[in-house]
């Protein structure tokens, strides 16, 4: 190997970013960061909140421009035998590490529900790109108090009908599930959520979506109960799955490093890592804990050629949060793999997760102090036990 270590980081969103942004000081590396030709990075979090509204402009959603050299393509396969990244355009560029943090993508509706008609046109939409919100922008300001059907009430569902009925949409708000939201908020905030959602907006819970399809300039939404809406725009907020270039086409399993648990001198941060550490495996998809883990993720490299300490495991401890109606959600760690989930406070509501005695998790609704006193006591036993790795590791990246 050279007396510099070229690294490759694939997307620069939060992960891609934030271990871009932690290997520039390092004198013995060099960064290249392959991010999208057409638009330049920029925050996810503000599509919903502030672009789709026109709050803001897309260009205001834009990252600060990265340190080092940035390559303007997509990757279309990684090859790490040969240590190459194929673009799109049909370059290649070495590596002698790779951090891939390519992030997720919307998970679509099941085939067959969406008619073509509704799929190719501009009434049918998810709410994860700033196309996506330029699409949702156009359709508030076609028709004055547009009705909105928004199926799915995790966390970006939840938020982005309140965010628009306040910016004045006729919002329906539709789960599959009777009380939504259990899979991202856990079952005691999901149900304070959903008195909060048929106080706001109108709510079909406990239904599925079985057909969309255009009629003239509307989309008829078919439920299984029979029930058909009529409405101007459907978004669809089915949570999401992670994406990432050949050969892993979706998730990158990584290790307490964030080394893939499958090839050398490859990382992976943010969305797109699915982590096996503490008998847990599990995926985060919020802005913040990317952050951390494309920090994680450079340090880890760092020291795996000798240029810092171990980072140690990766565990999460950073706060996310929803602004839901009148309600804010906030939330820290790992709050659905939950072995044992105590209300420490009723009203505001504060839950604490833990598994095998340790804490490892916190949220609550309107609770934003007790949660965040919480937060440095996250996994803290664990963490106090005797670590194996206190002294710099000298593998290869
Ligand atoms: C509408 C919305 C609102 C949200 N609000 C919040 C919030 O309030 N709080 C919160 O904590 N989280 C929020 N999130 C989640 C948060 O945005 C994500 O968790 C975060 O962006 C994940 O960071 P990431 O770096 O993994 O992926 P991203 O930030 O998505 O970055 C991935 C980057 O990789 C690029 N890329 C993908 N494939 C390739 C390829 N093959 N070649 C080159 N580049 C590629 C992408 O173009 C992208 O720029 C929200 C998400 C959405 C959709």
Redesign the pocket.
Known sequence: MSATTHVLV????????AAVRELAPQEKITTTA???AE?A?????????AVATGLIDTHQAQLPPLPGSVVR????AVDPREQTVHLRSGARLDYDALIV????A?RPLPSGVAAPAAVDSARMTH??SLDDALRVRAALAATTSPRVLVYGAG??GA??SGILRDAGCQVTLAASSPVPGITAFGAAVAEQLARAHRRAVTTRFGHTLTHLDLEKNEVRAEFSDGHVATVDLVITALG?IA???SPWNGPIAVDHRLRSRTHDHIYA????AVHESDGLTWRI??????EAQ?VHAARSLLASIGLADSPGIYRPRAL???QIHQHLYLAAGHTSHSENVQTTSIVPLVLTHERAGQLIGVSGLDAGAAVMALVPELHSSIESMPRAESTPSTDTP
């Open positions: 694939i997307g620069a969103g939060a992960a891609g970013s392959i991010i999208d638009i990075p920029y925050n996810r979090t503000l599509v919903n909140k393509d997509s990757v279309r943090a390519t992030g997720s919307p709410l994860h966390m970006i938020e982005t999401t994406v990432s270039p941060a943010g969305g797109v998809d919020h802005w913040s804990d990317a494309g996310y949060s929803a």
